[in-house]
């Protein structure tokens, strides 16, 4: 909590097109959950489940709708969705350190690159040759960004990410530590001799208001580039492979897998460890469950799920599996008992 | 095998608290198994499987039991616990370079970073503003530390391993490379036009005695900390997701994704590539196997699977997996078959 | 597609060994699928379902079987293999930038480390103690080559690859930005007061012709080496663990985990997502399918699944997920009925 910052909770209604309920003047200095909030903490209920603390709370103010807040005695700002307000609100206490403008003395920097005066270049950045750099960008310390890439207005670039070459990021990204854009894509050809690499030679287009998580890797196209298109949201540790498309707004847990040329559509969310086989057409609005396993396209907007289920003791679960090794068996001798019952 | 470096078999014995049967001025260069050591090497019997070996060994001497080392006729060193006498044994040959303290010309430290004078800071090491840096701690060549982080003593971070703004790393932690500690969580809240991004304003807290493998992500909290308690032991490529909790010793093999805000208890075993679901409470001393899918929460302790069961011929697999899609109606089926016969 | 490169038909055959059909003057500029290539582009037909577009294609030229040319009306060069025709050619028109040999101003190289005149060594890179760079090798920006490693001829690091020391890489290798290798392998043994580390005393050794994805991680041996051997090829995000042996000309898709001392064989191809379990033996020529759970050695060559099959609606899933934990009782009421029958 940063403790000089303040907002009266006049301000913060007007930020979120809220109405006080109570003190107007009253400063919040914080976001906390009702059941961590002190008196200097906004509080927020945006689940249900934590309705009951509203009594106890100590929060100097809570988010609540108007239904909620017709029962809550303290300080509210009323709105239609409580949780969307805690998201806008919650910039004005985020501790990431603010930068100014300018080039670190340490950076390196071709003579070819283009970077707008307001832009934010960190310590140990690189900025290779031909390099387009926005305004309003920040890219921290260690990124490099290879040559002839782009990275649009007001994208933000932390630590050590690595850009190749050719990869055009749109306008207010986010990009976390350690993602790599742009590697190349895992083609390989069959020869006598063993594998031949395929040279990758498309690039990876990023659309804006994207965000790709830590150590997320994107890989270049083969032919064509691998998109990443507005708004979508990239977890950690995330493989994007060559060609792929992601769809607007689509959001993506860590740890998935999508493999090449497969196209998942706008809206969609996806949990975590999923993995997609490649060449597949992944409709809009489908829903993944975790660890889900797609091996078809998907045509049909939905929710859907894989796999035999949530642990069990492991005593009790080698028995169900040693069965699922006999599955066919045991659908044979059911048939055989059917026709014997005829 | 670091060939100036030799230690008698009585150093050896007093370091784990263990007996020289033998020559206590025996010499040893290094550590290897029974199968692969020569005269030079101590082995170490910790696998029952490899005792065949014990006749056949060329090791200068062997870790052994009392009872193992009654039988065997070379040098042996008696103890315990010969697999612990082993990993203490282990660093006196560790091949990693040592540094000594100082920071590196090329280094960039922020004039409000607070360092140790017993801390050694390689090449390219950016250090944020109000960082501060423990007594012997090192960090090597490209780390990363953000605004106000806080490194504890002895910890060593590798190449090119991230932190954020706002970490606390204890004592004596070992961070392998690419490693990034406190991304933001994925916090996302659905708006008329798309998904808000959710300041994550929370924090990292590693304990005392941690080890984060290589390339793995643990973001920071969207309100309150993500903690990694004294003595977790964490492999390569591991997500942790904002708020997760885990507990104090536990060991988490690589691939592992946890969810925003479960909490995994003490002493707990986590195979690879397992995956949490969100909000979770798993209790002490629980064991996941590999892959596990754990989508509520544990209250005993104990081991837990799920899944079909190992890989087999794709042919014959396919025939189960089409089964499986077919084991309601199945169910139901054997249901009328017990009714008709009743 | 670089502009001013272009290369003529008869150029083209030659580097390929195939013959042109048509103009062997004519001249190409890049590579594209039939479906978007214009005239200045080499098409190639490489999987059957594509033949339809070889009646509309707009390329300049197509790769081709004897048989498909002869009823192709355009230009053509006419080869046995077109895929791997494409995959030698697709290097002409590779965008990613050259380099020149040199040592960049911002590197930090060890005095005693050796580097080869006709190395490239980019914007901060760092190069510890005794190690060794060989010819025609390229390292990126902020590359770390740890003390006492060696890359070796013609091998190229992209951006922020980091090696840690006594790890030694083959010629012609290709390893993505964020690949960590050498890592400390999990290794941990259990004592009365917790988790003990058991140093990573051994190295890695990559073969030639290897090429590793991006944030891809193999760690050190505990005692011997880890091995990546000759051709192998590894996509993003793997990890591979300590003393693990990847065969010659082994494929390795993404997120796939392979646990301590596993050994994989020759030729074998593994699919997104899949585990091994430790200490396993996988013969040549095996092939796992996406998300395979390998726990057991496999002696014979073959293509091996496992799981519960793909995603279906998650409403359908959960009445056959529930059937699953009572499969060992459907399985013993079916012997029953079986018994009542005779």
């Given at each position: 909590m940063n403790e000089k910052i303040s907002y009266s909770l006049a301000d913060i209604a007007e930020r979120v097109g809220g109405a006080v309920k109570g003190d107007p003047d009253y400063r919040i200095r914080g976001i906390a959950t009702l059941e961590d909030a002190t008196a200097e903490h906004l509080g927020f209920l945006a689940n249900p489940v934590y309705a009951k603390f509203l009594s106890t709370t100590q929060a100097g103010a809570v988010l609540l709708t108007e239904k909620e807040a017709s029962?809550?005695?303290?300080?509210a700002v009323v709105l239609a969705n409580p949780y969307l307000g805690y998201a806008k609100l919650s910039h004005l206490f985020d501790p990431c350190p603010r930068v100014s403008a300018g080039i670190h003395a340490s950076a390196v920097i071709s003579?070819?690159?283009?970077?707008?005066d307001s832009a934010s270049i960190g310590p140990k950045v690189v900025i290779e040759d031909g390099a387009n750099i926005g305004a309003g960008v920040r890219l921290d310390a260690g990124v490099v960004i290879g040559a002839n890439s782009v990275v649009g207005e007001n994208t933000h670039l932390f630590a050590n990410v690595t850009v190749y070459h050719g990869v055009k990021l749109g306008k207010h990204c986010i990009i976390q530590s350690g993602a790599v854009i742009g590697g190349d894509g895992f083609g390989l050809a069959p020869g006598p001799d063993g594998w031949h690499k395929i040279a990758q030679t498309g690039g990876v287009i990023v659309g804006d208001n994207v965000e790709i998580g830590a150590n997320t890797t994107i890989d270049r196209g083969a032919l064509g580039n691998t998109e990443i298109r507005?708004?979508?949201k990239l977890d950690n540790l995330i493989q994007i492979a060559h060609n792929v498309i992601v769809g607007e707004g689509t959001v993506i847990a860590s740890c998935v897998g999508i493999s090449g040329s497969t196209k998942i559509g706008k809206g969609?969310?996806?949990a975590g460890q999923a993995g997609f086989a490649g060449h597949l057409d992944i409709a809009d609005n489908v829903q993944i469950m975790g660890q889900g396993t797609v091996t078809k396209s998907i045509k049909e907007p939905g929710v859907y799920s894989s796999g035999a289920g949530?642990?069990?003791p492991t005593r009790e679960w080698r028995k169900h599996a040693v069965r699922f090794r006999q599955l066919d068996e045991m659908a044979k001798r059911l048939k055989n008992l059917e026709s014997d019952q005829t």
């Open positions: 029962d809550f005695q303290g300080n003579a070819s690159a283009e970077i707008d507005d708004g979508a969609c969310i996806i949530a642990v069990m």
